[in-house]
């Protein structure tokens, strides 16, 4: 009796995980359509919609100009930091990991104050994003170099991470310091992370960035998940954990460097993306990748939209309501978990 | 037949292995002794491709097994560790079908759920399936690892330790078990192990190793003497002989110099008389 029993109740398991990833992307339809129709603008929920349809006029504009490309980045980026996190927290076996555990948004961020510092007559978005994209990218960069010089542990990684932030956050704080106001103040708001300024363009750019690695991170769920329980029994399971590491820290490291290049720091969102998702669906990063991208959209989107809504016409920065909307909800399951983890 | 010839292990100019030869039989099982740091665990490892020696080769039947992909070593050697702490969340389902790794590129098909379903009724954890590995007692915990590597399907069982977390009940359990795997299904078992009487009661044959090289060979009762305890372990001890089944009562603890034992020349005797004994069994 028992072994149908057992069959089943793993097959019930992972169709209660599917399940979930299908509610997720009603949520997230729902969410979207919410916000394509929700603004600063006077432009009423009715009206938004007809504008949908519509050829011509400020009402398409704003729909199809302003929200819509807002909307969809914001679905790039919480989808491209939830699968960078998950991504990092599986390779360097740390529940603490993030996007920005191994320096890569303090590259990011100095890039972007050298731009907006010494970029004179090339000033442009493109100058800054670039330039931060470059940063981060040679963040990790130093850190695979020094892993592959020493020993690619997750311990080294993280150590070599911390140390780069700090060289970057310094160098970045001394530039500010010597910099003008309003290069200042253009710093401190790169540093809150916004999607006010995002286009098509950049959308085509950071979708093909992100979904470039992607295939590669799926494909190699199954490994990951052997990784969390230890090297040593992933190597006698067949897994080359080097060549895994590395690979992963290379691609979740460019989906990092992508999302926030355009969008600047967007915090907690791939901290804590993974974490739900794992007390939804387990560990199987099968699963545990495809739900965690989704709660990471929903959480970005949900963030900008109160952010547009809430004091419009006044925005407030994404980067900020992520943390105030994430925090107090992560708390919340923290307290509520029953398990010794999730 | 499994064969180790001349490996030598080194870590930062410190030989850890040295000259180690070794051969496992099809159906039998041969537990490696020693004191602590003699490198039974390294010597596993290596073995199980989880490090790489500087020197030497090993092979299963004609086939080198150094050159050969980690992902198809998986497929022949499995290799169950001291303790595999989860850092996430997995139920023991999951930790099961994880044996079925090598075979699984994105998705485990209906013949490793049925694997796996089997291996858990065949080590009595039906119970445990949909539990969280973590809440397991040590006891079950290892169990669900060495179900873990039956469910690799491996002709070589390599484990650390498997014993050094259980009670009395479970370290026969275990035993036993494994004892019967090794009889009924033509596979073979190799133990790194400290406790002299569950190996020598187990044990087709035993390795002992002193300071990373290969003290003497042989069946339990040609191994596991009074002499050689007195030598690798440095300990008096006395050994009785209950049909056939050996208990060592560790006496005394001696002090002696600090040399390899290998080069004492009195030793080096009784280590000839040992292999000529393993040679005419």
Same mark, same amino acid.
């Given at each position: 009796?028992?072994?149908?029993?057992?069959?089943?109740?793993?097959?019930?398991?992972?169709?209660?995980?599917?399940?979930?990833?299908?509610?997720?992307?009603?949520?997230?339809?729902?969410?979207?359509?919410?916000?394509?129709?929700?603004?600063?603008?006077?432009?009423?929920?009715?009206?938004?919609?007809?504008?949908?349809?519509?050829?011509?006029?400020?009402?398409?504009?704003?729909?199809?100009?302003?929200?819509?490309?807002?909307?969809?980045?914001?679905?790039?980026?919480?989808?491209?930091?939830?699968?960078?996190? @998950?991504?990092?927290?599986? +390779?360097? *076996?740390?529940?603490?990991? #993030? !996007?920005? =555990?191994?320096?890569? %948004?303090?590259? $990011?961020?100095?890039?972007?104050?050298?731009?907006?510092?010494?970029?004179?007559?090339?000033?442009?978005?493109?100058?800054?994003?670039?330039?931060?994209?470059?940063?981060?990218?040679?963040?990790? @960069?130093?850190?695979?170099? +020094?892993? *592959?010089?020493?020993?690619? #542990? !997750?311990? =080294?990684?993280?150590? %070599?991470?911390? $140390?780069?932030?700090?060289?970057?956050?310094?160098?970045?704080?001394?530039?500010?310091?010597?910099?003008?106001?309003?290069?200042?103040?253009?710093?401190?708001?790169?540093?809150?992370?916004?999607?006010?300024?995002?286009?098509?363009?950049?959308?085509?750019?950071?979708?093909?960035?992100?979904?470039?690695?992607?295939?590669?991170?799926?494909?190699?769920?199954?490994?990951?998940?052997?990784?969390?329980?230890?090297?040593?029994?992933?190597?006698?399971?067949?897994?080359?954990?080097?060549?895994?590491?590395?690979?992963?820290?290379?691609?979740?490291?460019?989906?990092?460097?992508?999302?926030?290049?355009?969008?600047?720091?967007?915090?907690?969102?791939?901290?804590?993306?993974?974490?739900?998702?794992?007390?939804?669906?387990?560990?199987?990063?099968?699963?545990?990748?495809?739900?965690?991208?989704?709660?990471?959209?929903?959480?970005?989107?949900?963030?900008?939209?109160?952010?547009?809504?809430?004091?419009?016409?006044?925005?407030?920065?994404?980067?900020?309501?992520?943390?105030?909307?994430?925090?107090?909800?992560?708390?919340?399951?923290?307290?509520?978990?029953?398990?010794?983890?999730? | 037949?499994?064969?180790?010839?001349?490996?030598?292990?080194?870590?930062?100019?410190?030989?850890?292995?040295?000259?180690?030869?070794?051969?496992?039989?099809?159906?039998?099982?041969?537990?490696?002794?020693?004191?602590?740091?003699?490198?039974?665990?390294?010597?596993?490892?290596?073995?199980?491709?989880?490090?790489?020696?500087?020197?030497?080769?090993?092979?299963?039947?004609?086939?080198?097994?150094?050159?050969?992909?980690?992902?198809?070593?998986?497929?022949?050697?499995?290799?169950?560790?001291?303790?595999?702490?989860?850092?996430?969340?997995?139920?023991?389902?999951?930790?099961?079908?994880?044996?079925?790794?090598?075979?699984?590129?994105?998705?485990?098909?209906?013949?490793?759920?049925?694997?796996?379903?089997?291996?858990?009724?065949?080590?009595?954890?039906?119970?445990?399936?949909?539990?969280?590995?973590?809440?397991?007692?040590?006891?079950?915990?290892?169990?669900?690892?060495?179900?873990?590597?039956?469910?690799?399907?491996?002709?070589?069982?390599?484990?650390?330790?498997?014993?050094?977390?259980?009670?009395?009940?479970?370290?026969?359990?275990?035993?036993?078990?494994?004892?019967?795997?090794?009889?009924?299904?033509?596979?073979?078992?190799?133990?790194?192990?400290?406790?002299?009487?569950?190996?020598?009661?187990?044990?087709?044959?035993?390795?002992?190793?002193?300071?990373?090289?290969?003290?003497?060979?042989?069946?339990?009762?040609?191994?596991?003497?009074?002499?050689?305890?007195?030598?690798?372990?440095?300990?008096?001890?006395?050994?009785?002989?209950?049909?056939?089944?050996?208990?060592?009562?560790?006496?005394?603890?001696?002090?002696?110099?600090?040399?390899?034992?290998?080069?004492?020349?009195?030793?080096?005797?009784?280590?000839?008389?040992?292999?000529?004994?393993?040679?005419?069994?």
């Amino acid at each position: 009796m028992h072994t149908e029993k057992i069959y089943t109740e793993y097959k019930k398991f992972n169709a209660k995980k599917v399940f979930y990833i299908l509610i997720f992307i009603i949520i997230l339809g729902i969410i979207a359509l919410g916000a394509l129709l929700h603004g600063p603008s006077s432009l009423g929920f009715k009206n938004s919609f007809a504008a949908l349809f519509k050829e011509t006029g400020i009402a398409r504009a704003i729909v199809w100009e302003l929200r819509l490309p807002r909307i969809i980045m914001a679905i790039l980026t919480g989808c491209g930091l939830s699968i960078a996190g @998950t991504v990092f927290q599986a +390779i360097l *076996k740390n529940p603490l990991a #993030s !996007p920005y =555990t191994l320096g890569i %948004a303090s590259g $990011a961020g100095f890039g972007a104050v050298l731009a907006i510092v010494f970029g004179g007559s090339f000033y442009s978005e493109y100058l800054i994003a670039g330039s931060s994209f470059f940063f981060a990218m040679l963040s990790s @960069t130093i850190i695979l170099s +020094i892993a *592959k010089l020493k020993d690619p #542990s !997750p311990e =080294t990684m993280i150590l %070599a991470g911390i $140390a780069i932030m700090f060289l970057f956050s310094s160098l970045s704080s001394f530039f500010q310091y010597i910099g003008t106001m309003e290069q200042v103040q253009e710093i401190v708001f790169w540093f809150f992370g916004s999607l006010s300024k995002t286009g098509w363009k950049e959308i085509g750019i950071v979708s093909v960035m992100i979904f470039v690695p992607m295939p590669f991170l799926i494909k190699s769920s199954w490994q990951l998940n052997l990784l969390a329980t230890g090297d040593e029994s992933a190597r006698a399971l067949g897994v080359n954990t080097t060549k895994l590491r590395m690979q992963g820290m290379v691609f979740a490291s460019l989906i990092t460097s992508a999302c926030i290049c355009f969008t600047g720091v967007i915090g907690f969102v791939g901290l804590v993306s993974p974490h739900i998702g794992r007390m939804l669906v387990g560990s199987d990063h099968r699963f545990l990748i495809p739900t965690s991208a989704l709660i990471g959209t929903i959480l970005v989107l949900v963030a900008d939209t109160f952010g547009r809504v809430l004091w419009a016409p006044q925005v407030i920065p994404i980067g900020i309501v992520t943390s105030f909307i994430g925090v107090p909800f992560f708390f919340y399951l923290l307290i509520r978990r029953t398990r010794g983890y999730w | 037949m499994l064969k180790v010839h001349g490996l030598e292990f080194k870590y930062k100019d410190r030989d850890i292995l040295k000259k180690i030869e070794i051969e496992i039989k099809k159906g039998e099982i041969l537990s490696i002794l020693g004191p602590n740091g003699t490198g039974k665990t390294t010597l596993l490892k290596c073995i199980a491709g989880i490090i790489k020696p500087q020197k030497g080769s090993f092979s299963i039947g004609s086939k080198n097994m150094l050159d050969i992909k980690r992902n198809d070593l998986a497929k022949r050697i499995s290799y169950v560790p001291q303790s595999s702490p989860s850092k996430f969340p997995i139920t023991v389902f999951e930790a099961v079908l994880m044996g079925r790794s090598p075979y699984i590129m994105w998705r485990p098909s209906e013949k490793d759920l049925k694997i796996v379903v089997n291996v858990l009724k065949f080590l009595k954890l039906e119970e445990f399936a949909s539990k969280n590995f973590e809440q397991l007692s040590g006891g079950e915990k290892q169990k669900v690892l060495i179900a873990r590597a039956v469910a690799q399907d491996t002709e070589y069982l390599l484990m650390d330790e498997p014993t050094s977390n259980l009670d009395l009940k479970h370290q026969l359990e275990i035993m036993e078990m494994i004892s019967n795997m090794v009889k009924t299904q033509n596979v073979s078992a190799v133990f790194a192990m400290h406790d002299l009487n569950l190996a020598s009661r187990f044990s087709d044959r035993i390795v002992m190793l002193s300071k990373g090289e290969i003290f003497c060979t042989g069946k339990p009762e040609q191994v596991i003497t009074v002499e050689n305890i007195k030598i690798v372990y440095g300990v008096n001890a006395t050994i009785k002989n209950n049909n056939g089944v050996l208990y060592v009562f560790p006496d005394k603890q001696i002090n002696r110099q600090n040399s390899n034992p290998i080069n004492n020349p009195n030793i080096k005797k009784a280590q000839a008389e040992v292999f000529c004994d393993a040679k005419t069994e």
